[in-house]
């Protein structure tokens, strides 16, 4: 796995250089003056220039099958992903565990269907696949890195507290809005407020059983903090501590 992982890291780096020496290209590309100010405006226009003007029509007709090629095989692979993952991480495992084998043949094909659909309006809506590669950083960032760090890192992750903190991210993102999908903010948001931060943050999420290397729970290591301002704690039963065994009402911690 390690060399697998180490040689796949250096492909990642290799692979970058022929996008480089094409930007350099672009750049220093004698262009006309209307295509010269058509990149400046859009620098993303550079690749299809380059292959409409600077090289053979042969040339250019590989280079954008190979393009279309790379696209394609990423596409298909990611919504055949997604789509089984939705049948088997998220429906079987978190709502549905007795559910049927050829049930679930049927679901993914559905699941497929519907976020080929859903990429594809979005790649009618999105006109730039930076703005698009920036997004999806994004939600890895906020939504995913405080998934893989309780899984790696805490033994009391569990499912609820994983949905828990998706949900609470997700809400805590999209709150400030996004341009790209024309989402409007819903959250007061001050400006250079550093939302995805915190979203990230909250992504977090712990319960009694949360604990730093000496055994101090972590909402009393919230409390000390100096510069956090600890509002509410809630818990869905057992108390806030995990020590009463019955109905629990609203109280407040001591």
């Known amino acids: 796995v390690v060399f697998v992982g180490e040689r796949k890291g250096v492909l990642t780096i290799l692979f970058t250089v022929p996008p480089l020496l094409m930007g350099v290209a672009g750049l220093a590309y004698p262009w006309p003056a209307d295509v010269a ?26 280079g954008l099958a190979a393009i279309v090629g790379a696209v394609t095989s990423s596409f298909s692979s990611s919504i055949l992903s997604a789509g089984a993952m939705f049948a088997w991480n998220g429906l079987k495992r978190l709502v549905w565990p007795s559910l049927p084998v050829d049930w679930m043949v049927h679901i993914i094909r559905a699941a497929i269907l519907l976020l080929a ?11 730039s696949v930076q ?9 890895v960032f906020v939504l995913l890195l405080p998934q893989l760090l309780a899984a790696l ?11 828990a903190a ?32 915190v979203a990230t943050a909250a992504g977090l999420v712990t319960n009694h ?16 903090a100096p510069d956090v ?17 019955a109905h629990v009402g609203d109280s407040v911690d001591a």
């Open 37 to 62: 100010a058509r990149l400046s405006a859009s620098p993303a226009d550079a690749m299809p220039m380059l292959f409409a003007r600077a090289v053979p029509p042969v040339i250019g007709l590989f």
């Open 117 to 127: 659909a859903l990429a594809t309006v979005m790649a009618l809506r999105v006109r």
């Open 229 to 245: 301002q600890l509002v509410a704690l809630f818990s869905p039963e057992h108390g806030i501590r995990g020590e009463v065994d």
């Open 166 to 197: 998706f949900t609470v991210s997700a809400v805590l993102r999209f709150g400030a809005g996004e341009p790209l999908l024309a989402l409007p903010a819903f959250l007061p948001y001050h400006e250079g407020f550093p939302f995805r931060t």
């Open 153 to 163: 890192f805490d033994r009391q992750a569990n499912r609820t507290g994983s949905m």
């Open 131 to 139: 703005a698009l590669w920036f997004f999806t950083s994004d939600l």
């Open 209 to 224: 059983t949360g604990q730093d290397r000496w055994r101090n729970p972590t909402i009393d290591l919230l409390r000390a």
